[in-house]
């Protein structure tokens, strides 16, 4: 079992910046890959951004890609996102996900773990 904690949300001003944390414990060997994931209310959670093992692959979500930047500290066992340029459409509840592969990691039903989510609230 791998258990994924989230930290760093909050309440930010359209325009300003947060960064996300989130440490796994467990069996971490299993899933080499991490993500983030995020989910508005009255919408289906969607991929945000993954990194590979050794993080020198990413992906981003179009509507992130150059304001989000998924990076990892594998000594920490520790994935952040660092999210600049806040609009309030990013408002959501951001989980973070543990998976096999980039390919896994990318969808919903490829996810091994999820972590219990975390509010980020974005006021205009």
């Known amino acids: 079992q791998v258990q994924l904690l989230e930290s760093g949300g909050g309440l930010v001003q359209a325009g300003g910046s947060l960064r996300l944390s989130c440490t796994a414990s467990?069996?971490?060997?299993?899933?080499?890959?991490m993500g983030w994931f995020r989910q508005a209310p009255g919408k289906e959670r969607e991929f945000v951004a993954a990194?590979?093992?050794?993080?020198?692959?990413?992906s981003h979500a179009d509507s992130v890609k150059g304001r989000f930047t998924i990076s990892r500290d594998n000594a920490k066992n520790t994935v952040h996102l660092l999210m600049n340029s806040l609009k309030p459409k990013d408002t959501a509840v951001y989980y973070c996900?543990?998976?096999?592969?980039?390919?896994?990691?990318?969808?919903?039903?490829?996810?091994?773990?999820w972590g219990k989510g975390i509010l980020v609230t974005v006021s205009s």
């Open positions: 467990g069996r971490t060997f299993s899933t080499d890959t």
């Open positions: 990194i590979n093992l050794g993080g020198g692959l990413t």
């Open positions: 996900a543990a998976a096999t592969s980039m390919v896994r990691v990318g969808t919903p039903g490829g996810v091994d773990y």
